[in-house]
C-alpha cells in the first residue's frame, strides 16, 4: 500500500541544476559517457563490413558486452574502495589502446579468433561513467526529496546519448570510414574520461564499510542483496530491447536498401526514451516504485512484442518510438528502488551491477539476434527484445516482494524545506 504526503512544491530538473558542484561533473560526465553507445553499433558495423557477416560482427560485439558486464561491477567496487579517479584513469588509457589494436585487427583481416581476444579488453575497460554520475549525485542528494529527479535526469542524460551516439557512429562509419565509428569512440573516451576524472571535488568518500562509517565491519556485496539480484534481471530483459533493436534495425535497412536509415531509426527508439525519462521526472508520483516499475514493465513487454510484425520504415519507426517511451520507466524507477536497498558504501557497485546487467542483455541480444538475422532475415531478430523482456517481467512479478526498501516506510522532509511522497509499495 502506497503512503504519501502532499508536496508544496515539486522539485524540478532546475533546482537540480543549481546542486552546489553539480555542473563540474555533469558537463565532463556527459562527454565521457558518450562512447558507451557508439561502441557495440560500431563494433556491428565494422565487423560486418570487413567479414560480410552479421552473425560475426554480432558475436564480436557480444564478446565485448559479455567483458563489460562481468568487469563493471569490480569496477564499481574499487571506486567504492579506492575512488573514482583511480578506476578512472588507467581504464580509458587500456579501453583506447584495445579498441585501437581491434580496428586495426578487423581492418587487418585477422581471423575471428583474434577479434574476440581484443574484444574482451575492449569491453572490460569500458569507463562506468554512468554510475560515478549517479553515486556522485546520490552523495551529494541523500535523503533530499532530489533524489528521484536527480534519477530521472541521468536516464535523460543517458539516453540523450543513445540518440547521439548511434547516429554519430552510424553516419561515421557510412560516410566517412567503417571504422570511423570506432575511432571516434576511442577518442572521446580518452578525452571525456580523463577530464571527468580530473574533477576531484565531487568525487564520492571511499574507502568505507558497508556501513559507510568505517566501523571495521565486513563489506557486503551489493549483490548479497535480493533485490539487486531481481532488478539485475530486469535490467537483462531491457537490454536484450537494445541488442536486438541495434542488430534488427542494422539488418532491416540493410536488406530494403538503405543503410543510412538505421541511425534515423534507432535515434527515434531513443528519443522516445528521452522524452519519457523527461516526463517521469517531471510529475509527483503517488503510487509506490514497485507498482510503476511493473506497469512499465509491462508496457515495456507488450510495445516490445510488436516489433517483429512491421515490415516498413514508417511502421516500425513508430513501434521503436513506442518502445522507448516505455524503457525509461523501468530503467527510472530500478535506479530509484536500488537506491533504497544497498548502503551508501555500494552504491557505485551496486549501479555498475545494474548497468552491466544492461550490457550482458545486449551482447546476449546482438548475438542471438545476429544469427537470427542472417538465418531467417531481420524481423526475426526483433523476436529477441520480445522474449528477453518477457522472461524479465515473469522474474518481476515472482519476486516483486524482494524489492521492499531496508525501510519499510519513510517521510522524506528534509534537505531543501519541502514535504515530497515517499511511496512505499
Known amino acids: 500500500m502506497a503512503s504519501t504526503v ?21 558537463l565532463p ?4 559517457r558518450q562512447p558507451f553507445a557508439m561502441l557495440t553499433i560500431g563494433i556491428v558495423l565494422l565487423v560486418q563490413h570487413t567479414t560480410g557477416s552479421f552473425g560475426s560482427a ?5 564478446v565485448t558486452g559479455v567483458s563489460m558486464a562481468l568487469f563493471a561491477p569490480q569496477s564499481g567496487k574499487l571506486a567504492d574502495r579506492f575512488g573514482q579517479r583511480a578506476v578512472l584513469i588507467p581504464g580509458v588509457l587500456v579501453h583506447t589502446a584495445s579498441v585501437s589494436l581491434l580496428v586495426a585487427l578487423a581492418l587487418g ?6 577479434l574476440f581476444l581484443a574484444a574482451v579488453p575492449s569491453g572490460a575497460s569500458v569507463p562506468q561513467v554512468g554510475p560515478m554520475v549517479r553515486a556522485r549525485w546520490a552523495a551529494k542528494l541523500d535523503g533530499t526529496p532530489l533524489m528521484p529527479t536527480a534519477a530521472a535526469f541521468e536516464s535523460v542524460t543517458d539516453e540523450f546519448t543513445f540518440v547521439v551516439g548511434p547516429v554519430l557512429a552510424t553516419a561515421l562509419c557510412t560516410g566517412v570510414h567503417p571504422a570511423a565509428g570506432l575511432i571516434a569512440e576511442a577518442a572521446l573516451t580518452l578525452v571525456g574520461g580523463l577530464f571527468f576524472a580530473a574533477q576531484r571535488a565531487t568525487q564520492p568518500a571511499y574507502g568505507l564499510t558497508a556501513t559507510g562509517h568505517g566501523s571495521g565491519e565486513p563489506r557486503r556485496s551489493a549483490l548479497s542483496v535480493p533485490g539487486v539480484r531481481v532488478l539485475v534481471v530486469a535490467f ?4 536484450s530491447v537494445f541488442g536486438g533493436m541495434q542488430v534488427s534495425l542494422t539488418a532491416f535497412t540493410e536488406e530494403i536498401g538503405n543503410p543510412g536509415a538505421n541511425g534515423l531509426l534507432y ?20 503510487t509506490g516504485p514497485r507498482r510503476r516499475l511493473i506497469l512499465g514493465y509491462a508496457g515495456l513487454t507488450v510495445a516490445a512484442s510488436l516489433l517483429w510484425t512491421a515490415h516498413s520504415v514508417l511502421l516500425l519507426g513508430a513501434l521503436g518510438l513506442v518502445v522507448g517511451l516505455c524503457i525509461a520507466p523501468a530503467l527510472i524507477t530500478g ?7 544497498i548502503p551508501a558504501s555500494a552504491r557505485t557497485e551496486a549501479f555498475t551491477w545494474l548497468t552491466g546487467a544492461v550490457a550482458l542483455g545486449q551482447a546476449a541480444a546482438v ?3 545476429g544469427r537470427l538475422a542472417d538465418a531467417h532475415g531481420a524481423s526475426t531478430g526483433f523476436l529477441v527484445p520480445m522474449a528477453g523482456t518477457a522472461l524479465a517481467l515473469v522474474t518481476l512479478l515472482a519476486l516483486r516482494s524482494r524489492l521492499r526498501p531496508r525501510e519499510a516506510s519513510r517521510v522524506a522532509a528534509r534537505g531543501i524545506g519541502h514535504r515530497v511522497p515517499v511511496a512505499v509499495d
Open 6 to 26: 502532499i508536496t508544496d512544491k515539486r522539485p524540478g530538473y532546475g533546482q537540480l541544476l543549481r546542486t552546489p558542484g553539480a555542473l563540474s561533473f555533469l
Open 29 to 32: 560526465g556527459f562527454a565521457a
Open 58 to 62: 554480432g558475436a564480436v560485439a557480444a
Open 109 to 114: 583481416g585477422a581471423p575471428l579468433w583474434a
Open 236 to 239: 537483462l530483459g531491457i537490454g
Open 267 to 286: 535515434g527515434i527508439f531513443a528519443a522516445g526514451n528521452m522524452l519519457a525519462g523527461i516526463a517521469m521526472g517531471a510529475i509527483a508520483w503517488k
Open 335 to 341: 535506479y530509484t528502488i536500488v537506491e533504497t536497498l
Open 367 to 369: 548475438t542471438v539476434a
